[in-house]
Antibody, heavy 119, light 110 residues
Framework: EVQLVESGGGLVQPGGSLRLSCAAS????????MAWVRQAPGKGLQWVSS????????YYADSVKGRFTISRDNSRNTLYLQVDSLRAEDTAVYYC????????????WGQGTLVTVSS | QSALTQPASVSGSPGQSITISCTGT?????????VSWYQQHPGKAPKLMIS???NRPSGVSNRFSGSKSDNTASLTISGLQAEDEADYYC??????????FGGGTKLTVL
């Protein structure tokens, strides 16, 4: 069974940083692209970033470019998202997802980790 | 990248059919056959229902179907059931090598 388990969320002050992790199991992690998608409280889905199976290609939404960094460790079956210079509008549940194509579709999704940016 | 346009809400009675639209541009929905649909129940992670405009993943009911015409994609749910009540999101690949979602549609089963 494919499982994706996110961790690393929490309360952080504006301007702060966090590193989100997504532990994958049940599939050959190194053969698939991965992605982060976020959802602000009561709002819709927003694609954040994607990474190719090897990690050599990365893609970002304009709203996070230069502040967020996606990476992966195929030896540890783990996806990461380094989030820096956090703003109040980055407050959201962050989901990781397995990518079936180039940048989509996403299947399955993890349960999410909540990032709250507040002073 | 602007979000794709979906109706905020749709409703239908059990057994009926409903269609949710997803309108973009020639740079996303209209330009590629890479439109997906996701179902999200309250407090749960999204679930893939349709990929590549009209492909239904294994395990998804055949009551769900997808289509596209020009810059508008559509999700049709036939034989509505109470368990279909959820939020639905479309997503599309874009010419900027990014992914854009619709604002979401709340489906109410009356």
């Amino acid at each position: 069974e494919v499982q994706l388990v996110e961790s690393g969320g929490g309360l952080v002050q504006p301007g702060g940083s966090l590193r989100l992790s997504c532990a994958a199991s049940g599939f050959t992690f190194s053969s698939y692209g991965m992605a982060w998608v976020r959802q602000a409280p009561g709002k819709g889905l927003q694609w954040v970033s994607s990474i190719s199976d090897s990690g050599t290609s990365t893609y970002y939404a304009d709203s996070v470019k230069g502040r967020f960094t996606i990476s992966r460790d195929n030896s540890r079956n783990t996806l990461y998202l380094q989030v820096d210079s956090l703003r109040a509008e980055d407050t959201a549940v962050y989901y990781c997802a397995k990518v079936l194509g180039l940048l989509d579709p996403f299947d399955p999704w993890g349960q999410g980790t909540l990032v709250t940016v507040s002073s | 990248q602007s979000a794709l346009t979906q109706p905020a809400s749709v409703s239908g009675s059990p057994g009926q059919s409903i269609t949710i639209s997803c309108t973009g541009t020639s740079s996303d929905v209209g330009g590629y056959n890479y439109v997906s649909w996701y179902q999200q129940h309250p407090g749960k992670a999204p679930k893939l229902m349709i990929s590549n405009v009209s492909n239904r993943p294994s395990g998804v009911s055949n009551r769900f179907s997808g289509s596209k015409s020009d810059n508008t994609a559509s999700l049709t749910i036939s034989g509505l059931q109470a368990e279909d009540e959820a939020d639905y999101y479309c997503g599309s690949y874009t010419s900027s090598n990014t992914l854009v979602f619709g604002g979401g549609t709340k489906l109410t089963v009356l």
